[in-house]
């Protein structure tokens, strides 16, 4: 097969950007819900199971961890690259996918955001279900179009993998979990419309109706955890809130900044003035197409593809009416940023004026770059391992470790499992099951009686200041053999050391 050069150029753009995402995957640190990954993934699928259905997140992902674990143990590089991998599959969906359904331009601009977009180099080598949700509903969308398109044929194939990416989205996310019933309704709408005007029974309603119901009897089990989970969730001090106008702020700059809460890798000044160009531009050429009714099918692809994306965010809020708590997270977005991309890509393609498109590709490049300088000088920092480097040092056989509701703590308890925890739940988040994620060598108390009779050596574990020492000290005769406070510059995260004889 002889590429033409705009193939060449595509096929570059793809190994550059896989090369250029996977810089700063290599590294052992952790941040609390990396850890949470790390602990859960040594349990059983049985077991996976069982705790997961008091987590706020499906397990499906979980279970690739665990997977992954059997064959090349508990590695927490493996478990980057399997993070890394899934992002630069859905890069490289561009040329096998989307170049060939739509058209060349739309693949390139495609490949080229999944590698450069600010939110995908943040989160290429985290811990969590993040790339891997986004890879199979990006799939799960191709494959939904595909079977539009190619309406007529039997074509198996297509609905097979559009069934287990959309069952697989809902058993790893909840917004995976939006997506897929959003994306069902639509098809099935279509197709009923479709049936009624042919005056039949189409083969395309038929087939729809057998992978629906397949993924309705496969997810009853979730369902009913799901249902129990909402239960939990009303009556848990949950950890969202919604901040006006934080919230509209942090969702408008997301996927162009991709920070987390204490990781400000760019400015959101500047990101709301990235994020601007791009917006303002976009409904330039809405305005200015607006009137073209000849192009009904591109205008079609286009309003789904955005109103995919909106409807989940209309979906979180309903959501969050119906469980009592808020669920609507920037970084749940995600899970559809496969869509944002795909609508950006050819959006552009169509419409766009290529000095436009290289000046916004010009920026993300130079926004890339400054977001990889950051995220390796943060995750490859000797200030990462050295709270752990200490207590490598300082810790004997026996030692028992002692937190509060601080995500440090867990931190140490992935890096140390063999040393039991107590974990001192004082604002009764009500995620004693949850956590047992930590394995058996942990335990949740509400109040101290429960450790009274504890002798020995423990590690008191806090994050900023002592806070849990003078608790302890206020309510037993301790003794503090040593005391140390680290900051670290992955995740920004402190830890503060207090060893203690009881």
């Known amino acids: 097969m002889k590429l033409e050069k705009r193939d060449v150029l595509h096929i570059i753009i793809i190994v550059i950007g896989i090369l250029f995402i996977a810089i700063p995957i290599f590294h052992q640190n952790l941040w ?6 790390v602990a859960i993934c040594n349990h059983s699928f049985i077991d996976i199971w069982k705790i997961g259905t008091h987590d706020v997140h499906p397990v499906l992902y979980y279970w690739v961890l665990h997977l992954l674990n059997l064959i090349f143990g508990n590695n927490i590089i493996i478990y980057r690259i399997f993070s890394w991998l899934c992002a630069s599959t859905i890069g490289i969906l561009g040329f096998t996918h989307i170049r060939k359904d739509f058209n060349q331009k739309t693949g390139i601009l495609f490949s080229f955001f999944s590698f450069f977009l600010p939110v995908i180099l943040v989160y290429t080598g985290e811990i969590r279900m993040y790339t891997w949700a986004m890879l199979l509903v990006t799939l799960m969308c191709i494959y939904a179009y595909r079977i539009y398109k190619n309406q007529g044929t039997k074509q198996i194939k297509n609905w097979l993998i559009f069934f287990l990416c959309s069952l697989a989205s809902a058993y790893t996310h909840y917004y995976g979990l939006m997506v897929a019933g959003i994306v069902n309704l639509i098809l099935f709408v279509y197709f009923i419309k479709k049936a009624l005007k042919e005056k039949k029974f189409t083969y395309e309603l038929k087939a729809f109706l057998i992978f629906a119901v397949l993924q309705i009897m496969l ?7 799901l249902f129990l989970q909402m239960k939990v969730m009303s009556s848990t001090h949950f950890w969202i809130y919604l901040k006006f106008p934080e919230t509209i702020i942090e969702f408008f700059t997301f ?3 991709g920070n987390l809460e204490k990781t400000k890798t760019i400015p ?11 917006c303002i531009y976009l409904i330039y050429l809405s305005i200015k197409y607006i009137k073209l009714k000849k192009q009904k099918e591109e205008t079609n692809i286009i309003r789904l593809s955005l109103g995919i994306y909106i409807g989940v965010i209309i979906g979180a809020c309903f959501g969050s009416i119906i469980v009592k708590t808020p669920i609507i997270y920037a970084r749940y977005m995600l899970c559809v940023t496969g869509i944002f991309i795909f609508f950006l890509s050819y959006y552009l393609a169509k419409r766009g004026n290529k000095y436009v498109i290289a000046v916004i590709g010009i920026l993300c490049i130079i926004t890339g770059i400054f977001i990889q300088i950051d995220l390796c000088k943060d995750n490859y920092d000797q200030s990462n391992q050295e709270p752990f480097a200490y207590l490598r040092q300082n810790m004997q056989e026996g030692d028992i470790l002692f937190c509060s509701n601080e995500g440090s703590g867990f931190v140490v308890s992935a890096n140390f499992p063999h040393h039991f925890l107590y974990f001192y739940d004082a604002l009764f988040w009500n995620v004693e099951e949850a956590y047992k994620a930590y394995g058996k060598q942990m335990k949740t108390i509400y109040n101290l009686e429960e450790i009274k009779d504890i002798k020995g050596r423990i ?6 200041g002592y806070g849990l020492l003078e608790t302890l000290q206020n309510e037993y005769d301790v003794k503090v053999l040593d005391k140390k406070q680290y900051s670290t510059k992955y995740h920004k995260f402190q830890y503060s050391f207090a060893l203690i004889e009881k």
């Not at 609390?32 to 990954?37: A, I, K, N, P, V």
């Open 32 to 37: 609390f819900d990396e850890s949470y990954s």
């Open 219 to 225: 997810y009853i089990p979730w369902l009913i955890s």
């Open 255 to 257: 996927q162009f900044t």
């Open 268 to 278: 959101d000044a500047y990101a709301i003035a990235f994020g601007s160009i791009i």
């Open 459 to 464: 590690w008191v574990l806090d994050s900023q």
